[in-house]
């Protein structure tokens, strides 16, 4: 096996499994989902379904159920409102260290498959503010669980300078614009496809649409 895939079910993550993919070839790649007690848990479905589309066989889901005994947001917890409070430097939907965990518990799979590389969808050019989807963070957790493990595994991100309009151009040339558009789940409030239209994470992925669209037209 050559990297693992931590696939969430929505635009970025299914986009980077499709990179995956094409660059290794789908058996030398596998994908990891986790359920932490996300209000959008139907992502994890979506994952599932990502994964057959693109012909991965080895796709593990795995169960945080601990999270919730950690920390609360609104993500986790549907009675707080999705918002950004006035001189909040993050909004109500950051998962406290919810990358961390993904990162290290991935890598320990990733370990036992023999795999090297593990392949992520996160941004810091959209980030939202969320502290670990910088580049900062990923470089000093590849060196953690390297440390950790004693393997060395190298952390991939290949979106991390990149914006939505990118990804969707990407999509576009890869020849999966259509399972982007309508077989992910971006969304907060669990809508596939285009989502609610309201949450930040929909706003955020139509803006980048919007602006690939543009982008075409002036080309």
């Known amino acids: 096996m050559k990297c693992v895939v931590i696939l969430s079910g929505g635009q970025d993550s299914a986009t980077c499994l499709a990179l995956a993919t094409r660059k290794y070839g789908a058996d030398e790649v596998a994908a990891i989902t986790f359920r932490y007690g996300q209000r959008h848990a139907v992502e994890v479905k979506y994952a599932r379904r990502l994964a057959k589309r693109f012909g991965v066989k080895t796709h593990q889901v795995v169960d ?13 917890d549907e009675s707080i409102k999705i918002e950004r409070k ?15 965990f993904f990162l290290l518990a991935a890598a320990v799979w990733a370990k036992s498959l023999g795999a090297k590389e593990l392949h992520l969808g996160v941004s810091e050019a959209d980030f ?38 990118y990804e969707w151009k990407l999509a576009e040339k890869l020849g999966i614009l259509d399972v982007i558009a309508n077989e992910t789940v971006t969304c907060y409030n669990g809508i596939p496809g285009e989502g609610c239209g309201e949450c930040p994470s929909c706003r955020l992925r139509r803006e980048g649409y919007e602006n690939y669209r543009r982008n075409l037209r002036r080309a």
């Open 128 to 165: 939202s503010g969320y502290p670990d989807c910088r580049a900062a963070f990923v470089k000093a957790q590849e060196k953690a669980i390297r440390l950790a493990l004693d393997y060395p595994i190298k952390v991939v991100a290949p979106f991390m300078r990149k914006d939505k309009a």
């Open 86 to 100: 006035a001189g909040a430097k993050c909004p109500t939907t950051v998962v406290e260290g919810r990358n961390a």
């Open 64 to 76: 945080f159920g601990f999270y919730r005994h950690l920390t609360t947001n609104a993500l986790m």
